[in-house]
């Protein structure tokens, strides 16, 4: 064989099967209308609440980042804090007079 070839060869897994790993991390999604339904007035969010609550499970034993959607409405004022958000979820959390961070 040819040296570069060989190396080729040399470079693949030896191990059986395809692994794949996403390159992002596990997102668990939220929607307001959730939000709505489980949480009183004043409450904060977080994603440690979030699964304390068993809106959403641990992923791999982690607890996952998470993104909140603006499906449905709110009308709670809420302290959302570590989650991702889309900019309608945003302005609707504010408001309805809570705050994000």
Sequence with gaps: MQPSIRELIKKYSKLRGYS????FPA?????LEDLQK????????S????????I????????PS????????IEKKLDVEN???????KEAVEKAGGTVK
């Design 38 to 45: 489980k949480f009183e007035s004043g409450e904060k969010v």
């Design 20 to 23: 794949f790993k996403p390159k």
């Design 27 to 31: 997102r668990a999604i939220v929607r």
């Design 66 to 73: 998470v993104k909140i959607l603006s499906s449905g409405k």
């Design 56 to 63: 959403i499970r641990r992923i791999d034993g982690r607890t």
């Design 83 to 89: 989650c991702l958000y889309s900019k309608s979820a």
């Design 47 to 54: 994603p440690e609440i979030l699964v304390e609550k068993k």
